[in-house]
Every structure is written in C-alpha cells, then in structure tokens.
C-alpha cells in the first residue's frame, strides 16, 4: 500500500517561501508520476504542479514562475518549492501518486499579512 505523507506547511506574509515535502513509501516511486494538488475554501482540488518519472514538469498558469517541483529517487521524496506567495495561495495542500492514484492527508498553506 501507498503511503504519501506531507509536511512544511504553515503560515508565511504575502512574497515569502514555502517549501513543501512529501515522502513516499510502499511503492517504487522512482517510475511514478507525482503531483502536488491544492483545494481552496469554496473551490475544487486542482494540479498545481507535475513531475513525471523522467523529471519533465508542468505548471497551473497560476503558480509558473513562483512554484517549483522536484524529486529525490532514492529519498522516494517529491517537493514544493513556493517563492512570492500571494494570499490566493491559501489552501490545503496534497501530494498524489498519479501512477497509483493514492493522496497524502494534505498540509494547510495560509498567506497572510
């Protein structure tokens, strides 16, 4: 079974830095694709970024530029590196194993003055 468990979120001022980890286990992470998904108050859970198992990523219009995902392999860990977050930031924020569907618990991002 999948585990994915996420850590490093918090509350940060508007143009601070964040910077998300999710460590995986119970799957041979290095062939799966991974993505960090978030869900605002009122909103629906949406990609805010991939990363395939070769390392090729992709971005929501909304975070390019600001946001960067990466892996480590042999740590079975995947990042979120978030650099001039703004308050529309804010959600819960969940990294997925998109080979095998499974979710982590999610970590709470808030942006505020």
């Known amino acids: 079974q999948v585990q994915l468990v996420e850590s490093g979120g918090g509350l940060v001022q508007p143009g601070g830095s964040l910077k998300l980890t999710c460590a995986a286990s119970?799957?041979?992470?290095?062939?799966?694709?991974m993505g960090w998904y978030r869900r605002a108050p009122g909103n629906e859970r949406e990609l805010v970024a991939g990363?395939?198992?070769?390392?090729?990523?992709n971005y929501a219009d909304s975070v390019r530029g600001r946001f960067t995902i990466s892996r480590d392999n042999a740590k079975k860990t995947v990042y979120l590196q978030m650099n001039s977050l703004k308050p529309e930031d804010t959600a819960v924020y969940y990294c997925?194993?998109?080979?095998?569907?499974?979710w982590g618990q999610g970590t709470q991002v808030t942006v505020s003055s």
């Open positions: 997925r194993d998109r080979f095998s569907g499974y």
């Open positions: 119970g799957s041979i992470f290095a062939s799966h694709a």
């Open positions: 990363i395939s198992s070769g390392g090729s990523t």
